[in-house]
């Protein structure tokens, strides 16, 4: 009989160098103070909850307040979740837990909050175990989890309702990595890779930025000193890498218009600018961590100082140094140099993707990025309370200990009042404004802000507030116009609020302007409409005629260009080019109440009453408001 060799499970990878059992006290509370923690930021968290509403700015009107795909999960819905992107984002997982959200709370932003809590408080737990399984120690675990839980760079996060795409990243990669400890310490079993790859998947379906995680994955094997490009090690990475790659090429072909030009932008590689876009973030978050002051919704990417050329911030010329520092850190520790390396691998792996060296919007950073990273510095800050512990040093260890609870006591005091910046968008971007008074986008969103919240109001017959916010957006365009000439869309905007308070001579002196400063197409068919409409008005045909010449120049299908013209020619009584555009505009909108009632008043003045009695008519059927009244004068 011929013998087959005997097949034996992996061998375990090494274990960490530090290592502390648990002792009685620990295993007996360890729960108790888990539960602490989490009350203690339940604590921090639960007043913002029941009070902030939704923002208006970036994700929450489009991925909640005006998304009918979490209305329900009709087959329909399902479908748009997993064949689309959100807001440039494809991330269907996240979509789900809105729709969760909405069955239970509908649109109430309460529940919102209350769910991203749930979540975050998982985390904790997730934090904790991750931890735990890597170092074997209670106390240390508990200090990574106390850090977690209250650093104010998680605030965003949590308190932002879209926010939710990072907490469900972390939600199913943290138990990812958990199975691929045990994975690679507990013998190689299978189903522990599986349930790495399943979690995995989870993960890059809430949000796009876990699909760096395959690489995290070597940053495991190599600190566990595995082989890590062995066969088996790099076959074994093949699945997660393949689902990488169709996600993003997801990502790629959903993505909307949001994609950048980077041809122009290219150029700042030519020179130091170029390294101070790629040291900037990493070094943002490595300080961030330790001094989470100020913190803002919006930094201002790099690129932004160099185009309005603004003074750099201090901390954009020490981000080469404050990175030199970290190696130089790392090269002289060489008790710790492996957990160095770990922790700072990690942390590059998971926030390398999201440091916008090419930026997709003008900011370098967002606070929200670092809650997975965060790990690779806790990791290491916790594995030092293992090594002081170890070592005996205890003048050392209750340094570190003071050190490391009054920074969780301090953190604790920031993140509470950071959570009341949430409130509303008013209380945001006054917040983006006070910490980042040169980003004028600030000034900008908030004018947009009291605009948009002014219609509202008109539609629901509220003149009062709808008043007030107008003559807000008024202030905020202006101080925008101050802070830089030529703001595009900022002359639009006050020529829009200006109309809608009824002021034409002051919209009037603002409408040429709107023209000049044009950032685009839009803007600029916008610009030249409401010029249009307020040259007419006021009886300026010539000028009234160039204006929706550059209209209809620009989109020659515009139904109401076509009327206007045709209302200047019958003005100006030139009946025939008249009749051409009234024509023209019913060719295009058949149902055009307006075309139907100025053609109608063409008609009578040529003295077709019955052509006009017809025209009048119908556009009284379609809902004009004064074609009754000119019908009846066809019949005197």
């Not at 600029?524 to 409409?529: A, Q, R």
């Amino acid at each position: 009989m011929k013998m087959t060799k005997k097949q034996t499970p992996p061998k375990a990878a090494p274990k960490p160098a530090v290592e502390l059992a648990d002792t009685p006290f620990w295993k007996r509370y360890r729960y108790v103070f888990l539960a602490g923690i989490l009350a203690l930021t339940a604590a921090l968290y639960f007043p913002s909850s029941l009070e902030n509403g939704f923002t208006r700015y970036w994700d929450d009107e489009n991925i909640v307040v005006q998304n009918e795909d979490i209305r329900s999960l009709s087959w329909e819905h399902l479908n748009n979740m997993f064949t689309r992107s959100y807001y440039d984002m494809y991330c269907p997982v996240k979509i789900l837990s809105h729709t969760l959200d909405y069955s239970l709370f509908e649109l109430n932003p309460a529940g919102y909050h209350l769910m991203s809590l749930l979540y975050h408080l998982l985390n904790i737990l997730l934090i904790f175990t991750l931890l735990r399984v890597m170092l074997k120690s209670t106390p240390a675990a508990l200090l990574a989890a106390l850090i977690y839980a209250l650093h104010p760079m998680a605030v965003e996060t949590v308190s932002w309702t879209t926010g939710r795409g990072d907490l469900l990243y972390a939600l199913f990669a943290f138990p990812a990595l958990i199975y691929y400890v045990k994975y690679l310490t507990q013998g190689g079993k299978r189903q522990y890779l599986l349930l790495t790859f399943l979690f995995f998947v989870l993960s890059g379906l809430s949000k796009p930025t876990a699909m760096t995680l395959p690489v995290t994955l070597f940053v495991f094997d190599w600190y566990y000193k595995r082989k890590i490009f062995s066969k088996k090690v790099v076959l074994e990475k093949v699945p997660f890498f393949a689902i990488s790659l169709i996600l993003g090429i997801l990502s790629i072909q959903l993505r909307g218009s949001g994609a950048p030009e980077i041809s122009g932008f290219l150029e700042f590689f030519k020179s130091y600018r170029g390294l101070l876009f790629v040291t900037y973030p990493l070094a943002f978050y490595i300080v961030k961590f330790v001094f989470p002051l100020p913190l803002s919704f919006i930094y201002p990417h790099v690129s932004y100082y160099f185009y309005n050329k603004l003074v750099l911030p201090p901390m954009v010329w020490l981000s080469p140094f404050i990175l030199l520092a970290v190696l130089i850190v790392i090269c002289r520790a060489k008790p710790m140099r492996r957990q160095l390396v770990f922790g700072g691998l990690f942390y590059f792996t998971t926030i390398f993707s999201t440091l916008q060296i090419i930026p997709i919007v003008a900011v370098s950073a967002h606070d929200r990025y670092f809650y997975v990273p965060i790990f690779g510095m806790l990791f290491f800050v916790t594995w030092l309370y293992t090594y002081f512990r170890q070592k005996n040093r205890a003048r050392a260890f209750r340094i570190f200990i003071t050190v490391a609870l009054a920074l969780s006591a301090t953190f604790a005091c920031i993140s509470f009042n950071r959570t009341k910046i949430w409130k509303s968008t008013v209380t945001l971007f006054e917040d983006v404004i006070k910490k980042q008074p040169r980003f004028i986008e600030g000034y900008d969103k908030m004018s947009e802000h009291y605009l948009i919240g002014a219609h509202d109001a008109a539609q629901q017959g509220d003149t009062e507030r709808s008043t007030e916010g107008f003559r807000n957006a008024i202030k905020w365009a202006k101080v925008t116009l101050k802070k830089r000439d030529n703001y595009p869309g900022e002359y639009l905007r006050l020529v829009r609020c200006y109309l809608s308070l009824n002021e034409p001579d002051s919209a009037m002196i603002y409408a040429p302007y709107a023209v000049k400063s044009a950032g685009n197409m839009q803007q600029l068919l916008e610009s030249y409409t409401l010029k249009g409409y307020l040259d007419l008005r006021a009886g300026r045909y010539a000028d009234a005629l160039a204006d929706y010449g550059q209209v209809l120049q620009m989109q020659p299908n515009d139904a109401n260009a076509h009327v206007n013209v045709g209302r200047i020619y019958t003005e100006t009584n030139r009946a025939d080019p008249a009749m051409e555009h009234f024509n023209k505009a019913l060719q295009i909108m058949p149902d055009h109440p307006d075309a139907y009632f100025m053609r109608g008043i063409l008609f009578l003045r040529l003295g077709q009453r019955d052509a006009a009695r017809a025209d009048f008519n119908h556009a009284h059927s379609l809902g004009h408001p004064e074609a009754a009244a000119w019908e009846l004068r066809t019949k005197n």
